[in-house]
């Protein structure tokens, strides 16, 4: 069996290293947060944590994400009313992230839903980064 060659080992370590759902139009969003946050990086166990928390600030029949979205991201969860959720995990669905117009209304729709006030810029970057890594 042939071994291969450093070079070779390096540029696979790249590219397992690179995100598989990486989307420039997904990117574009990100990076427009990172401004608006004033930060250079975002924090998927800190997305992870606000998304899985319960919380009290929002409508009593929503006090978690995981509410409707499940915690099992990859498959599809369940609105309020019944009607179905496609997975969040960018991972199963590589299209998630990628309309700015959709991303800041279901963002604004859910925060105030879940936390009875609209996300910041640093929540938002820490929950896409989160999704992103799923």
């Not at 990117?27 to 899985?52: H, P």
């Not at 959720?85 to 299209?95: G, K, L, R, Y």
């Amino acid at each position: 069996m042939k071994i291969p060659s450093k070079p070779t080992i390096l540029a696979l370590a790249i590219i397992l290293a690179t995100p598989l759902a990486a989307n420039p139009a997904r990117d574009a969003i990100i990076n427009a947060l990172k401004q608006q946050a004033g930060v250079s990086s975002f924090s998927a166990e800190e997305g992870k944590a606000l998304f899985l928390a319960t919380h009290s600030g929002g409508k009593p029949e929503t006090p978690s994400c995981t509410t409707c979205h499940g915690t099992n991201l990859k498959a599809g969860g369940k609105t309020r009313a019944g009607k179905p959720i496609e997975p969040m995990a960018v991972s199963v669905n590589p299209q998630r992230y990628t309309d700015p117009a959709k991303v800041e209304k279901w963002f604004r729709r859910n925060c105030n839903s879940v936390l009875g006030r609209e996300c910041t810029p640093l929540e938002k970057g820490n929950i896409l980064a989160y999704l992103s890594s799923l």
